[in-house]
């Protein structure tokens, strides 16, 4: 049969051509879509039209968002989210992400009263001098990547940083607020910013008696439940696309095994749900996965960890297809710029880890029994201890390592003679430490402002019996 031709007249491109202008508009002005709304909140317009706030909905320049005896979140299209406390008057004055960090992104918000907690995402991180929040008193810039801005009654504005650095300006001056201090811009223009004692305050628990709010409706990325309290900053927003990263990883299947970091810091390409997808290093090499992502976890805008199993390229490697039973191990963040120097062992406590697997693919899974990190920043000194469980046995294995001069990495390893490393009975013959012992090793980093956070990953070695030995690997993820 031969093809019909099809020919559109001049109306029809020109209809064509218009619809596509405001379809393309359309998609630009969408900033972000509201994640939850609990209680009373709305939506003013930039052409003053007012209507209920609800979840999905969508949010560009020119909206005002208005809290009253409610709370709402936003997610933004670059990874950023903004959760507005009670009685808050919140507005997108101009917002520009397409898709990419490129120099023309811009995020200006307004903050008329009321207070917010906000995470930034690409926008606040590759370009910091276009990200601010203007109150009636000052401008909030940022050097880092969230905390909480209230407006006081006289009209002071009052900020605290949970990470990296905010910066505060008035028309009588500018100063820098750290990490877990607070600073206040007085309500007389003539008087400087300064630092503050004070803390914003956080609003009381909503009621969770009132029959409109469904906890089942509000999830966090993963698909967990989450309820909505004064102290859930509730649905964490994924990790977001770009460099800047550091990776650490550890893996074993027949074919492979390793345990390392990446080279340099990486430009990282993460899922929408925030799973490491892929990383390039600084010697452009890709490393990339597409099979099923096992589990994992994430602390919002500073780290994420999981384990893949499937097809993997892996470079300078036979690119490896890890079974279930086995996986590659992952811990990626923001290193920490500027890393403390205080002279002391300062404990971190276990808050996520991967199930640890063998390398031959004939022992199931298991999982993190147990796990610490202890540090002394001002002797560069770290000790791990981590004891990966399967069924009835387990290792236990305590390794000294340094962190690299200058960085905020670390590194060690240990052996029976020289550290601890042993295994309960009842281990399969090929994993038993024996009486040749065990060997272990980690890599790691410290992720978040004031190294808030670490991630380590480490493999646990028994000694050669006959053929290639198998590995044991995982991560650990730990904080202050």
Same mark, same amino acid.
């Given at each position: 049969?031969k093809?019909?031709?099809?020919?559109?007249?001049?109306?029809g491109a020109m209809l064509?051509?218009?619809?596509?202008?405001?379809?393309?508009?359309?998609?630009?002005?969408?900033a972000?879509r509201?994640?939850?709304?609990f209680?009373?909140?709305?939506?003013?317009?930039?052409?003053?039209?007012e209507?209920?706030?609800?979840?999905g909905?969508?949010v560009?320049?020119?909206?005002?968002?208005?809290?009253?005896?409610?709370?709402?979140?936003?997610r933004?299209?670059?990874?950023?989210f903004?959760?507005?406390?009670?009685n808050?008057?919140?507005?997108?004055r101009?917002y520009?992400y397409?898709?990419?960090a490129?120099?023309?992104?811009?995020?200006?918000?307004?903050?008329?009263?009321?207070?917010?907690r906000?995470?930034?995402?690409a926008?606040g991180?590759?370009?910091?001098?276009?990200?601010?929040?203007?109150?009636?008193?000052?401008?909030?810039?940022?050097?880092?990547?969230?905390?909480l801005?209230?407006?006081l009654?006289?009209l002071?504005t009052?900020?605290?940083?949970?990470?990296?650095?905010?910066?505060l300006?008035?028309?009588?001056?500018?100063?820098d607020?750290?990490?877990?201090?607070s600073?206040?811009?007085?309500?007389?223009?003539?008087?400087?910013?300064?630092?503050?004692?004070?803390?914003?305050?956080?609003?009381?628990?909503?009621?969770?008696?009132?029959?409109?709010?469904?906890?089942?409706?509000?999830?966090?990325?993963?698909g967990?439940?989450?309820v909505?309290?004064?102290?859930?900053?509730?649905?964490?927003?994924?990790m977001?696309?770009?460099?800047?990263?550091?990776?650490? /990883?550890?893996y074993?299947?027949?074919?492979?095994?390793?345990?390392?970091?990446?080279?340099?810091?990486?430009?990282?390409?993460?899922n929408?749900t925030?799973?490491?997808t892929?990383?390039?290093?600084d010697?452009?090499?890709?490393?990339?996965?597409?099979?099923?992502?096992?589990?994992?976890g994430?602390?919002?805008?500073?780290?994420?960890?999981?384990?893949?199993?499937g097809?993997?390229?892996?470079?300078s490697?036979?690119?490896?297809?890890?079974?279930?039973s086995?996986?590659f191990?992952?811990?990626?963040g923001?290193?920490?710029?500027?890393?403390?120097?205080?002279?002391?062992?300062?404990?971190?406590?276990l808050i996520?880890?991967?199930?640890?697997?063998?390398?031959?693919g004939?022992?199931?899974?298991?999982?993190?029994g147990s796990?610490?990190?202890?540090v002394?920043?001002?002797?560069?000194?770290?000790?791990l201890?981590v004891?990966?469980? /399967?069924g009835?046995?387990?290792?236990?294995?305590?390794?000294?390592g340094?962190?690299?001069?200058?960085?905020?990495?670390?590194?060690?390893?240990?052996?029976?003679g020289?550290?601890?490393?042993?295994?309960?009975s009842?281990?399969p013959?090929?994993?038993?430490?024996?009486?040749c012992?065990?060997?272990?090793? /980690?890599n790691?980093?410290?992720f978040?402002?004031?190294?808030?956070?670490?991630?380590v990953?480490?493999q646990?070695?028994?000694?050669?019996?006959?053929?290639?030995p198998p590995?044991?690997?995982?991560?650990?993820?730990?904080?202050?």
């Amino acid at each position: 049969m031969k093809p019909t031709s099809f020919r559109l007249s001049s109306r029809g491109a020109m209809l064509a051509m218009i619809s596509a202008a405001f379809a393309s508009h359309a998609l630009a002005n969408t900033a972000g879509r509201v994640d939850f709304v609990f209680g009373e909140a709305s939506l003013r317009s930039s052409g003053g039209q007012e209507r209920p706030l609800a979840r999905g909905t969508e949010v560009g320049d020119g909206d005002t968002l208005i809290t009253r005896n409610g709370r709402a979140q936003i997610r933004f299209t670059d990874g950023a989210f903004v959760s507005l406390q009670p009685n808050t008057e919140f507005g997108v004055r101009e917002y520009r992400y397409e898709g990419k960090a490129d120099g023309k992104e811009r995020g200006i918000f307004s903050l008329v009263r009321g207070a917010m907690r906000t995470v930034t995402g690409a926008i606040g991180r590759f370009n910091r001098s276009a990200y601010q929040v203007r109150t009636p008193t000052a401008t909030v810039g940022i050097r880092g990547t969230g905390g909480l801005i209230e407006i006081l009654p006289d009209l002071a504005t009052l900020i605290r940083g949970s990470s990296g650095i905010w910066i505060l300006t008035n028309p009588a001056g500018q100063i820098d607020v750290p990490a877990g201090t607070s600073g206040i811009a007085p309500p007389d223009p003539k008087e400087p910013p300064k630092p503050s004692g004070q803390e914003p305050s956080a609003p009381p628990p909503p009621p969770t008696s009132d029959p409109t709010f469904r906890q089942s409706d509000e999830t966090t990325a993963s698909g967990e439940a989450c309820v909505v309290t004064a102290t859930c900053d509730s649905l964490a927003a994924p990790m977001v696309s770009g460099p800047g990263y550091h990776v650490s /990883f550890a893996y074993g299947s027949p074919n492979a095994s390793s345990v390392g970091s990446s080279f340099g810091l990486v430009n990282a390409t993460f899922n929408g749900t925030g799973q490491l997808t892929a990383w390039t290093d600084d010697t452009g090499a890709t490393t990339s996965f597409s099979g099923p992502h096992m589990e994992g976890g994430s602390v919002t805008g500073v780290m994420a960890w999981g384990r893949w199993i499937g097809p993997a390229i892996i470079p300078s490697r036979v690119s490896p297809s890890f079974g279930s039973s086995e996986g590659f191990h992952y811990v990626v963040g923001l290193p920490t710029a500027t890393m403390p120097t205080t002279v002391g062992s300062i404990p971190f406590t276990l808050i996520g880890a991967t199930n640890p697997t063998g390398s031959d693919g004939t022992i199931a899974p298991g999982t993190l029994g147990s796990g610490s990190l202890s540090v002394d920043f001002g002797r560069s000194s770290v000790t791990l201890s981590v004891s990966p469980s /399967f069924g009835s046995w387990a290792y236990n294995a305590t390794i000294a390592g340094n962190i690299g001069t200058g960085t905020s990495t670390m590194g060690g390893s240990a052996s029976s003679g020289t550290g601890l490393v042993t295994s309960t009975s009842g281990a399969p013959a090929n994993y038993g430490c024996g009486a040749c012992g065990c060997s272990a090793s /980690f890599n790691g980093a410290f992720f978040g402002a004031g190294a808030s956070h670490a991630g380590v990953a480490y493999q646990i070695n028994p000694p050669v019996v006959t053929g290639p030995p198998p590995t044991v690997s995982g991560v650990a993820v730990f904080k202050q």
